[in-house]
């Protein structure tokens, strides 16, 4: 499966973001749970990219849903070679 199409919806300053607010929300806020956070990342990014873009379109929406749950993988990636790196 070839992920590379899409790349072109990813926006760095919004997968940044969305790390630094799924941090904080896996390690201040207990009263959510984990199961939640992509959800919350996803609607987070789509606000922003919105906001960014000033406009709400099919490109924008995609574009804010992929940046928010990119930066899922993109922890996920991180402590992955953190803990292989341990080892």
Do not use: R, W
Request: some cysteine; overall charge positive.
């Amino acid at each position: 499966m070839d992920l590379s199409q899409y790349t072109q919806y990813m926006v760095p300053i919004i997968i940044g973001f969305c790390m630094c607010v799924g941090y904080v929300i896996k390690n201040s806020l207990d009263f959510i749970p984990n199961k939640y956070i992509p959800l919350i990342l996803l609607i987070l990014g789509t606000v922003l990219n919105v906001m960014i873009n000033k406009n709400f379109s099919p490109e924008t929406f995609m574009a804010g849903a992929i940046s928010g749950l990119a930066s899922i993988g993109t922890h996920q990636t991180c402590k992955c070679l953190k803990n292989q790196k341990k080892s």
